[in-house]
Each structure stands twice: as C-alpha cells, then as structure tokens.
Nanobody
C-alpha cells in the first residue's frame, strides 16, 4: 500500500523560507515520478513542481526561481525548498506519486496522494 506523509509546513512571514518533506512507503521510490501540488481555499489544486524518476524537474511559472524540488532515494523522501515566500503561496501543499516515468504537472496525472501540510505566509 502506497503511503505519502508530508511535513514541514507552518506559518512564516513574507520573504521567509520553508522546506517541506514527504516520506513515501509501500513502493519502489526511485522508480516513481513525484510532485508537489497546492490548493488554496476556493481554488483548484495546482501543480508546483515535479521530479521524474530520471531526476528531470518541472516547475510552475509562479514559483520558478524560488522553489527547488529534490529527492533522496535512500531515505524515500521528497523535498520542496521554498524561498522568498509570498502571501499568494499560502495553501495546503500535497505530495503526489505516480509509477509512470513520463507525467505532466497536472493533478490528474498522479495516482497517489498524501494528506497535505499547511503553509501560511503573512505579509
């Protein structure tokens, strides 16, 4: 059974940084594509960043230059380093996984999801 558990969310002032983590279990971690998504109240879930099994990354335009996605296969952990945070980054952040190598940064592409971790940025 695939399980994803996020952590690292919290409250931070604009301009600050946070690092989110997502620990996966129940599958061959290194072979999966992994992504971070977010959903603000009243808005649709949107893709933030994606890292494929070969290490290639994709970022949403809204976070390019401020966010870095990475993974540690030995620890089965996915990370999202977020810098220069803005109030519009406030959302619930979700980790997602899919066994396919070629996926796009859309929520419909991902099969497995974590429960989310809240990020609140105050201006």
């Amino acid at each position: 059974q695939v399980q994803l558990v996020e952590s690292g969310g919290g409250s931070v002032q604009a301009g600050g940084s946070l690092r989110l983590s997502c620990v996966g279990s129940g599958y061959t971690y290194s072979g999966y594509s992994m992504g971070w998504f977010r959903q603000a109240p009243g808005k649709e879930r949107e893709g933030v960043a994606l890292i494929r099994s070969d290490g290639r990354t994709t970022y949403a335009d809204s976070v390019k230059g401020r966010v870095t996605i990475s993974k540690d296969n030995a620890k089965n952990t996915l990370y999202l380093q977020m810098n220069s945070l803005k109030s519009e980054d406030t959302a619930m952040y979700y980790c997602a996984a899919d066994p396919r190598r070629w996926v796009a940064l859309f929520s419909r592409e991902f099969q497995y999801w974590g429960q989310g971790t809240q990020v609140t940025v105050s201006s």
